[in-house]
């Protein structure tokens, strides 16, 4: 079992739709979660940064992490074309190594 | 504008050829990191470097090598003994664990080279 789970999809939504990209994880370590857009033929940049539970809003984009479950979660609200793209989850734990752990990336379509 | 500058874009190699791929940033950032990217798998970490003159294996570095002789620069070569090169190749850099902040700020990717073999 990989440490990050990430369903590759791809995701196929109509514009305007509220967009749900989840991880699961099984390290309960980790304490650290990111979420990075990557479009094609790009390199990643980050979107959002989250320490330890809870919820983070910026904009249409909401990071939620439930460390219970283990399990986070990355909303997009009124997607738009422009946010076609593919959605890595990263996260670490607090010592060791700042070296994140990626997941493999959702691809998300949004169509007109 | 502060950035990480990689260079070629797209590289081609023939079967025992090595080939470096070029890494720049000027964002005065201490660590610096090289990524794989092939369909479906993610990324997977090649090296790493979070010091100048220092750098560590990452979990595919066979085949690989690097160097970190400035601050700025972390060039990574593939060499003829790395038997499946063709990938999407990404370097990142951070701010670095001992200054603090490397995760709030998280990573700046680079543009990516695609690598092909011939």
């Known amino acids: 079992q990989k440490e990050v789970e990430q369903d590759p999809g791809p995701l196929s939504v109509p514009e305007g739709a509220i967009v749900s990209l989840n991880c699961t994880y099984s390290n309960s370590a980790f304490q650290y979660f990111m979420w990075y857009r990557q479009y094609s033929r790009k390199g990643p940049e980050l979107l959002m940064y989250?320490?330890?539970?809870g919820n983070k809003e910026d904009g249409r984009f909401t990071a939620q992490v439930d460390k219970s479950s283990k399990y986070i979660s990355l909303f997009i609200r009124d997607s738009q074309p422009s946010d076609s793209a593919t959605y890595l989850c990263?996260?670490?734990?607090?010592?060791?190594?700042?070296?994140?752990?990626f997941g493999r990336g959702t691809s998300l379509i949004v169509h007109p | 504008d502060g950035g990480i500058t990689q260079s070629p874009k797209y590289l081609f190699r023939k079967e025992g050829q090595n080939v470096t791929l070029s890494c720049e940033q000027n964002l005065n950032h201490d660590a610096m990191y090289w990524y794989r990217q092939d369909p479906g798998q993610g990324l997977r970490l090649i090296y790493y470097?979070?010091?100048?003159?220092?750098?560590q294996k990452g979990d595919i570095a066979e085949g690989y090598s690097v160097s970190r002789e400035k601050k700025e620069s972390f060039p990574l070569t593939v060499t003829s003994a790395q038997k499946n090169p063709t990938a999407f190749y990404l370097c990142a850099s951070s701010i670095g664990a001992r200054t603090g902040g490397a995760m709030e700020t998280g990573y700046t990717f680079g543009s990516g080279t695609r690598l092909t073999v011939v």
């Open positions: 990263a996260m670490k734990w607090s010592g060791g190594s700042y070296i994140p752990t």
């Open positions: 989250t320490y330890s539970s």
């Open positions: 470097s979070q010091i100048v003159n220092d750098f």
